[in-house]
Structure formats: C-alpha cells, structure tokens
C-alpha cells in the first residue's frame, strides 16, 4: 500500500481510528460491546469536513462527531449514508443542522418506510433479543463468545437509542454519481444499482486511491445479500478490484483491506451462487439447499448467521 498507516488512541468506547492517508481516517466498529456496529469514515477536504457513515446509534455518532471536530479542526459539513440500513443511518440527527446529509434518491425514499418498520419492530423485540444473547454468552467460549459480544452491543445499543432517536432523512440526494471538490482534495460518490440492496454508494478518493465501500463489501465476515442482488453485486465488487488506481478498501464490517480481501468478497458471492444453482439443477429442495454447511473456506467468518437467509433468499432469486 502507498500510504502510511498510522494508529490514534481510542476516543470513544464505540470505535477506534485508523488513519489511511494526511486527512483520511476510518472509524472501525468496537465489537467489544461497542453501538457503532458499522464503520464510517472522516474526510478533511480542505475547507470543509465530510463524514461517512455515521454509525447505528446518536450516542455513537455524538463521539465520532467529537472525533471529526478535534482531527479536522472545524464542523461537520457533510454526513453520507451509503444505504438505507440502520447501521449506517441512526447518526445522522446527531449531525443536524450544522451538516447537510446526502444519499442516492433510492436511499432516502426506501429510508422513511424502511425505518418506520424496522423502529416498531426493535420497540417490541431489541430488548429481549438483547438478554437473549447475553444467555448464549454464558456458555459460549473463544470467536464464538466475541461475536455474541459483538451481537449483545447491536441489540443493547438499539434499545437503549429507542427512545431518542428521530428519523432523520438525507437534504441532498443523487443518483449516478456526484463529485464533491474541497481545497485540498475531491471526492467522488458512485451509485452502484443491485448491489448489497437496490442502492448502494461508493465513496472514491481517486488521488488517495481509496475506496469507502459501506456494504458491498465485507472482510471476514458474512455479508447480508437478502435485500440486494448477489450477481449484479459481484460485478461491482470485480469493477472495484479491476480499477488499478484503489489499492485500499474500507469495508461497511471488519478491517481495512486491499485487493486481496475483495477477491475473496467475489469469490463468496460467486461460491454461494454456484451452490444453490447446482442444487437447483439436480432438483434439490430448497428445504435441503438450504442446510448445506458453509463452506470450508468461510467457516471462520463472523456473522454465519446470514449464511442460511443468504442460502433462502438466494433459492428464490436464482430461479426468477
Ligand atoms: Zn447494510
């Protein structure tokens, strides 16, 4: 990689930084029963400071805002979602008014309806699933044990943000794409259709050659495909890899990668594809597809609880 990696101590119990470059820093989720759940991203553009993703929880997004305010020296001008999933969009209020916020047109339609549902659901049941995974914990020891952890922060962190939280909607929204110009350095937002869902973004750093993917992508972890389209997914990931001036991708879950990592993001998607098809064709009941083992290579990645929705959903789109 052609930038140097330095490391800044922690300032929130919620994330950590990392910075990629003079300016650049990702805000890596704490699993350690940390309500960021995703990663987000600050940009100092000169003039002006971006954030991306701004985490699930107000209280979170509170820190992170700090967090930008101290590196940058000024307030947050502009906060990105990249989709409309919770995890990337409970900050925005605590952004507001001071920052404008910007998302596709797609995004910001889906999030009013999306969220109204999603928030009613959490009212009745966040809490419950919360003592629920403190129960597994107890039995659970080693990667099994610090993923439950992780699990008991996201549920912890939606009931305790209930109560304040506020839908909060983008003021901006694109489609395609949009470039943002600083003094010191521009960005570039692309729209990827049919992705992670039916509208993701991408945010470039063509001089930098980074890449905030929010969640078309993944690293070590398995990625949630039941909103989104896994084939059309996997040509935006091969797009991304094949662009030879990205060598650094922060993913929407786990750490910062390169190509490698990306690679094996395409294989996942192509993996699991091949794996439903192939029972399809000797005409294998999706009862039964559905409880193959993951395979060999993805046994060690976190969130195999997508595994079997991915492998559901997935019967159901490649027979369309
Ligand atoms: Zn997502």
């Not at 991708?249 to 786990?254: A, E, L, S, T």
Request: hydrophobic residues 40%; contains cysteine.
């Amino acid at each position: 990689m052609a930038t140097t990696i330095s490391w800044i101590p922690p300032l929130s119990r919620h994330f950590r930084l990392e910075q990629l470059a003079p300016g650049v820093w990702a805000a890596i989720q704490n699993d350690n029963y940390g309500h960021a759940i995703c990663n987000a991203g600050i940009i100092d553009l000169g003039n002006k400071t971006i954030v991306f993703d701004p985490f699930m929880t107000p209280e979170a997004a509170r820190d992170l805002k700090r967090a930008a305010e101290q590196l940058t020296g000024r307030q947050v001008a502009l906060v990105i979602n990249s989709h409309y999933h919770n995890d990337h969009i409970r900050g925005n209020q605590s952004f507001i008014p001071q920052a404008a916020i910007i998302s596709t047109a797609w995004t910001r339609t889906k999030m009013l309806p999306s969220e109204k549902e999603e928030q009613e659901w959490e009212k009745k049941n966040a809490a419950t699933y919360a003592i629920a995974e403190k129960e597994k914990l107890k039995k659970a020891s080693g990667p099994e044990k610090k993923e439950l952890i992780m699990w008991t922060g996201y549920y912890e962190g939606i009931a305790q943000s209930l109560p304040e939280l506020k839908i909060t909607l983008p003021d901006i929204t694109f489609s395609d794409s949009l470039w943002i110009y600083g003094s010191k350095r521009n960005i570039k937002l692309v729209e990827c259709r049919k992705g992670h869902t039916e509208s993701d973004l991408v945010m470039l750093l063509p001089l930098e050659g980074i890449a905030f993917m929010g969640d078309l992508f993944f690293v070590t972890r398995h990625p949630y495909i039941g909103d989104g389209d896994a084939a059309s997914w996997q040509k935006h990931i091969k797009h991304f890899i094949e662009d030879t001036s990205i060598h650094t991708y922060v993913p929407g879950h786990g750490s910062v990668a390169g190509k490698k990592e990306m690679q094996l993001m395409e294989n996942y998607l192509i993996d699991i594809q091949n794996l439903v098809r192939k029972g399809i064709e000797q005409h294998v009941p999706d009862s039964v597809i559905v409880q193959q083992p993951v395979p060999a290579m993805y046994r060690q990645w976190w969130y195999s609880r997508f595994y079997k929705p991915n492998l559901q959903f997935l019967c159901k789109q490649v027979k369309r």
